[in-house]
């Protein structure tokens, strides 16, 4: 699932058993996004992120932990 933030961000997540937000909704530090799955190829319960800038790819856990701080 896509869900497009502020500032020319773009969060996906994948494997979900379950969505509990729309497509488009903004999403803050704490709120609860999805149940955990296992779809897909995968061997245990888990979610895929991707954080998108403009069309490029970051790495999530440089705002992760950024986040964490707050």
């Known amino acids: 699932d896509c ?3 502020i500032f020319g961000m773009v ?3 994948g494997h979900n058993q379950r969505n509990l937000v729309s ?4 999403v803050r530090k704490g709120d609860h996004i ?7 190829e995968s061997t245990a319960p ?15 856990a440089d705002y992760i932990l950024a986040f964490a701080r707050m």
């Open 3 to 5: 869900h497009h933030g």
């Open 46 to 60: 888990h979610l895929h992120f991707e954080l998108w800038k403009d069309g490029i790819a970051l790495n999530p």
């Open 23 to 26: 497509r488009s909704t903004l």
């Open 34 to 40: 999805a149940l955990l799955g296992s779809s897909g």
């Open 11 to 13: 969060n996906y997540y």
